[in-house]
């Protein structure tokens, strides 16, 4: 049974227009989550992460927003770039359980020129 | 560039056959992971080291043996594997959860083909 799930396989976007991912974990003992880009041939690359006791963090042109109460994530990217263009994974982690991390399936991301 | 390098990038072995992968990071981390990712599922943690000691087996079949000799260096042994074993196998790097930075850094991971 999936604890992190990422529903939208897939995204597609116009540049300079928002991106948005979404992610529902149901675990209640999950207080820190991360995002993480994936390009075809490398590893994961960490985005961008925020504690379950924020709602809200915001670097750059990425922004991820944390709603406990629903157990949902959402990351926003703008504007999106072609760049952008990747699969991005959500995770979790348990304090508890410190580095243990438990990732969602992927949201494949495709923006337009 | 993650700091994180794996070899081979590529593995193609027979079921009897017995290799090694390996993983080194230059971040000065404490913490290293195996994980492996199948077509269409979501990265499955198999072993997490901490300080060289192994935190963590996810279950994993005893055909594929990890060994960390060193908080910079970690090997997965692979023996007869079976070809459902085929995946991305890719390994990460962090610091201790101790400090309370949970962001693990992953290295371009090995294509592992069983036939």
């Known amino acids: 049974d999936q604890q992190v799930k990422q529903n939208s396989p897939s995204l597609s976007v116009q540049e300079g227009r928002i991106s948005i991912l979404n992610c529902d974990y149901t675990n209640s003992m999950f207080d820190y989550f991360l995002w993480y880009k994936k390009y075809p041939a490398e590893g994961p690359t960490f985005l961008i992460s925020?504690?379950?006791?924020?709602d809200k963090n915001e670097d750059g042109r990425f922004t991820v927003f944390l709603n406990k109460s629903a157990k949902h994530l959402s990351l926003h990217i703008v504007p999106s770039q072609p760049g952008d263009s990747a699969v991005y994974f959500c995770?979790?982690?348990?304090?508890?359980?410190?580095?243990?991390?438990?990732f969602g399936g992927g949201t494949r991301v495709l923006v337009k020129p | 560039e993650t700091g994180v390098t794996q070899t081979p990038r590529h593995l193609v072995m027979g079921m009897t056959n017995k290799k090694s992968l390996k993983c080194e990071q230059h971040l000065g981390h404490n913490a290293m992971y195996w994980y492996k990712q199948s077509a269409k599922k979501p990265l499955e943690l198999m072993f997490v080291y901490n300080f060289k000691e192994q935190t963590e087996n996810n279950s994993v079949p005893s055909r594929f043996s990890p060994e960390c000799p060193n908080s910079s260096h970690l090997f997965l042994h692979l023996h007869t594997l079976q070809p459902e074993d085929s995946a991305l196998y890719l390994c990460?790097?962090?610091?201790?959860?101790?400090?309370?930075?949970?962001?693990?850094?992953f290295g371009p991971g090995t294509r592992l083909t069983v036939t």
């Open positions: 995770a979790a982690s348990e304090g508890a359980a410190g580095n243990k991390l438990t």
């Open positions: 990460a790097s962090s610091q201790s959860p101790a400090s309370g930075s949970y962001e693990q850094y």
């Open positions: 925020i504690s379950s006791i924020k």
